[in-house]
């Protein structure tokens, strides 16, 4: 599967961006995904992820209850809308897939559990 990020951009303080992933070459509903960003200086860190059918969703606590995590299986495409957005959210955002991880156990929010990856999408929030 190959997946592009869209939707990035620059955003004040407080203000939403909304990030797509689409996925090509396979179906989308045979991958559970994931958003990982990467800040200048700093390691990539989990933020979201989702399982195949949408029925579970997880959530790194720094964006929980500001960030939601979706899915349309129809549009090969996954979803992160991003409120109340803070200037320490800026970094490279990557959507990622797994047919494998144990969804749900810890493997769910590492980086090596991902075995396909998009190219990013750069997130700057401005004070």
């Known amino acids: 599967v190959q997946l ?3 939707g990035g951009g620059l955003v004040q303080t407080g203000g ?3 990030l797509s992933c689409v996925a ?8 559970h995904m994931a958003w990982f960003r990467q ?6 860190e989990f ?8 029925s579970a969703t997880y959530y790194a606590d720094t964006v929980k209850g500001r960030f ?4 349309d299986n129809a549009k090969n495409t996954v979803y992160l ?6 200037p320490e959210n800026t970094a490279v955002y990557s959507c990622a897939a797994s047919q494998q991880v144990n969804f749900g ?10 075995k396909y990856w998009g190219q990013g999408t750069l997130v700057t929030v401005s004070s």
């Open 68 to 71: 939601t995590i979706s899915r």
């Open 47 to 54: 933020v979201a992820a989702i399982s195949r059918s949408a």
């Open 81 to 86: 809308q991003m409120n109340s957005l803070k």
């Open 24 to 31: 090509s070459g396979s179906p989308l509903s045979n991958y």
């Open 4 to 6: 592009q990020a869209y």
């Open 105 to 114: 156990g810890s493997s769910t929010f590492k980086i090596s559990s991902y």
């Open 39 to 44: 800040a200048t200086g700093s390691d990539r």
């Open 16 to 18: 939403s961006l909304r």
